[in-house]
């Protein structure tokens, strides 16, 4: 019998095969198509194609360099500690974040965690998935059956996610919400400024009131 030096150079001790880990994880690439993707920086490209395996993490460090807060959007943060906190609770600058991405085939996407240190007192802790589901073919889901669909783009070479529709998840279907029962259009960039750093940044804008939340931070790419 005649064995390929291909075939030899995939077995592994004992004639078992190894397993064959994704190359890349090609789903916001296919969302955003091929040209719009291609116009990214490559730092940025390799970010949202790096696999993750189920229950693997991966840390992203960084700081925040400013939360701003109108009073419409402090009073709505405040409000939303009911469904868990997804806004930044207090203005200010200067302290640590951290965000875990964690891959969840039971999400059908990624779990990302992200921990706010705040002087003296325990660390806001915001959770939420993205989800690969939907109209939009992506949505991030909140907790307490919140979901806010969202549509990605390539602004300027940052990877620019907006959403689109807010709903509630009850007994598998989506009930969008009314625009005036809504928060407001909300965006976040990821920006890359080299040398294994991004900046991200979060705004919250209400067709009446203005813009309710805006945040600034900067990460590293884990070491």
């Known amino acids: 019998m005649t064995i390929l030096a291909r075939d030899v150079a995939g077995l592994m001790p004992g004639g078992r095969a190894p397993r064959r880990e994704a190359l890349a994880d090609t ?9 719009a993707w291609a116009r990214l920086p490559q730092a940025v490209r390799r970010r949202f194609s790096k696999p993750v395996r189920p229950g693997a993490v991966t840390i992203y460090r960084g700081h925040v360099l400013s939360t701003e807060l109108s009073r419409i959007g402090y009073l709505l943060a405040q409000a939303a500690r009911l469904v868990g906190g997804p806004l930044p609770l207090t203005p200010g600058g200067g302290g640590t974040v951290t965000v875990t991405v964690i891959e969840d085939p039971a999400f059908n996407g990624q779990v990302w965690s992200r921990s706010y240190a705040r002087g003296g007192r325990f660390p806001q802790v915001i959770h939420s998935a993205k989800r690969f589901l939907g109209a939009t073919g992506l949505e991030e889901y909140l907790g307490w059956g919140l979901v806010m669909r969202l549509r990605l783009s390539v602004e300027e070479g940052a990877l620019v996610f907006r959403s689109v529709a807010y709903g509630l ?44 939340v805006r945040q600034l931070a900067v990460f590293e790419d884990p070491a």
């Open 169 to 212: 998840e009850l007994c598998g279907r989506f009930l969008q919400l009314p625009s005036w029962i809504t928060p407001g259009a909300c965006e976040v960039r990821h920006e890359d400024t080299g040398s294994g750093r991004f900046r991200f940044e979060l705004r919250l804008v209400h067709p009446l009131f203005g813009c309710l």
């Open 27 to 35: 789903r916001y690439s296919a969302l955003l198509g091929e040209a």
